[in-house]
Every structure is written in structure tokens, then in C-alpha cells.
């Protein structure tokens, strides 16, 4: 049995634990507001600029074919966003398990030859690859420190220049979507070339427009804002399943310390009642012997 004095540290020990864990679910649902109310009103939006995407896809010109030319898939960049901190339960081991499955599934015959690629956002991400040795584009670990859509439109522009040039035949994005604070959905979502509509939609969706001042120019400039768009999406929706996750993950560390430290407690009344008992059976011990001199 734990002397007394053992069983009181860590009930010490519980208690800190415990108002840390306390503090970081505050601090988390406070995150968690800003980033869902930033992620409710991106999602309209970039659903509209997602289906104007599709249809435009289907009515550009020549020399605008290169956002939805389909290649042979020789080469592969996969996009793993995940968090730069710790201490959200399953959120990057999610991404990371779905990355891993994707290529033995999908392309596995491409990272034999080594021509799978990744681009890691977020620090985790960073040093999930760098361990492994992952061949990997660029360094956008830290893009969550300052999450704006300037910040992300580089992003997306790197992404373009190297689909475009032929550097890699396709790209897919992996992250996790936010449903509420306790529940993530996976989502792997081909970023390029650009999905064509259904058949079965494309009579309900597809639209004429018309094109002021010109077909090209419009298309130029809205094919990219477009990607950078979903991308950005995507972004935002990662940061707020991570502060959902992290609230959940803080908001069950805190109740597990709590159950610890009633068991705790509990041991530490016993051990002290054992030892109250054992002096006093030692007195009333020493009492008799006494009597019996």
C-alpha cells in the first residue's frame, strides 16, 4: 500500500493536471467560436464558386484547358492538413492514417517509382513526413500561425504553377471537415484537374453565360480564385475540427482527472484510517504489556 505521503502528491498532481486541462478547453471553445463562425460563412460561398467552377471547367477555351486536362497519373502531390499542436485526440492520426491508406490503395505503383509527393500544412504534418522521409514540396507548416486568405492564395498559386508546368499529373487535398465540436468527417477531395460535372447533373446545373468583357480574361482570373478558394475552405474547416477536437479531447482529460481523483481520494482515506488504526492498536499494545509488568 502507498504511504500517505506518496497518495497526497499525486492528488496534487491530479488537481494541476486537472486545472491545466480545464484552462486549454477553455481557451479552445474560445477558438472554436471564431473559427466556426469563420467556416459558416465560407462554406455558401465557396459552394457556389465550387459549382461556377464546374461549369466554367466545361465551357473554357483552349487556352484555358489546363485546369481540367486529365494526364496519365505519372505523378501524384497529395496536400495533408492537420494541426501544429498536439493534444486533440485522433485529429492528425486521422490524416495521417487516410494519407497512408490512399497510397497503398490508389498509388501504390507511383511511390514505388517515388513519384508520390507530399505538401504538409501544419506542423504535425511537417514532422509526420520529415520522420519518414517522404519526399515533400515547399515548407507551409506554420500557414495556421497567420490563417488568411492572402496567406493561402500562395499556397494555391504554387499548387497551380506545378500542376500547370506538368511537375505532377494530379493533386488531392486530405483534411478533416467540421460537423460540430464533437465530430470530424474525413475528407480526401481531388483539388486538380478539376472533377467534371456528373452526367446525371449536368442538365440541372450546367448554365450559358455571358462573358463581360471576354470569355478568356474572365476565365484567367476566376479559375484560380476559385481553387484558392476551396482551398482556403478547406483551411478553415481543418482549423475548426481541430478546435472542436481539442475542446472534446480537454473536456474528457478533465473529467477522467476528476474520476482519478475521487479514487484517489478514496485510497488516500483508507491508507489514512489503516495507519490511525495500526498506532492506536500499537497504544493499546503497549498499554497492556504495561499492565502485565
Known amino acids: 500500500m502507498e504511504s500517505l505521503k506518496e497518495v497526497k502528491s499525486r492528488i496534487s498532481s491530479v488537481i494541476s493536471t486537472q486545472q491545466i486541462t480545464k484552462a486549454m478547453k ?8 471564431k473559427s466556426q463562425d469563420k467556416i459558416s460563412q465560407m462554406r455558401p460561398f465557396a459552394k457556389k464558386m465550387n459549382a461556377l467552377l464546374q461549369n466554367l471547367s466545361a465551357a473554357g477555351t483552349e487556352d484555358q484547358a489546363w485546369y481540367n486536362q486529365v494526364r496519365e497519373e505519372k505523378k501524384v502531390l497529395i496536400v495533408a492538413i492537420s494541426s501544429d499542436r498536439g493534444l486533440c485526440g485522433s485529429f492528425n492520426s486521422t490524416i495521417f492514417k487516410a494519407v497512408t491508406r ?4 490508389k498509388y501504390a505503383a507511383q511511390a514505388k517509382k517515388g513519384h508520390v509527393s507530399y505538401l504538409p500544412i501544419g506542423k504535425k504534418s511537417f514532422e509526420f513526413f520529415e520522420k519518414r522521409n517522404a519526399p515533400r514540396i515547399s515548407d507551409y507548416s506554420m500557414l495556421f500561425h497567420n490563417l488568411t486568405f492572402d496567406n493561402v492564395s500562395k499556397v494555391g498559386d504554387h499548387l497551380i504553377a506545378v500542376f500547370k508546368s506538368g511537375e505532377f499529373d494530379k493533386i488531392e487535398i486530405v483534411y478533416n471537415e467540421f460537423k460540430n465540436v464533437a465530430t470530424q468527417v474525413l475528407r480526401i477531395e481531388q483539388f486538380l484537374p478539376i472533377l467534371p460535372v456528373a452526367d446525371s447533373l449536368k442538365s440541372s446545373t450546367t448554365t450559358d453565360y455571358i ?5 478568356v480574361e474572365i476565365l484567367t482570373g476566376l479559375i484560380p480564385k476559385s481553387l484558392k478558394v476551396q ?5 478553415l474547416d481543418s482549423n475548426a475540427s ?39 492498536l500499537e497504544i493499546v499494545a503497549g498499554a497492556e504489556a504495561l499492565k502485565s509488568a
Open 211 to 215: 462573358y463581360q468583357p471576354n470569355q
Open 231 to 235: 482551398l482556403y475552405k478547406a483551411l
Open 102 to 105: 490512399l497510397v497503398e490503395e
Open 242 to 280: 481541430e478546435n472542436g477536437a481539442r475542446m472534446t479531447a480537454m473536456d474528457k482529460a478533465t473529467d477522467n482527472a476528476g474520476e482519478l481523483l475521487k479514487e484517489l481520494k478514496l485510497t488516500y482515506n483508507r491508507t489514512r484510517q489503516a495507519a490511525i488504526t495500526k498506532e492506536i
Open 26 to 33: 477553455m481557451v479552445a471553445a474560445a477558438k472554436l467560436r
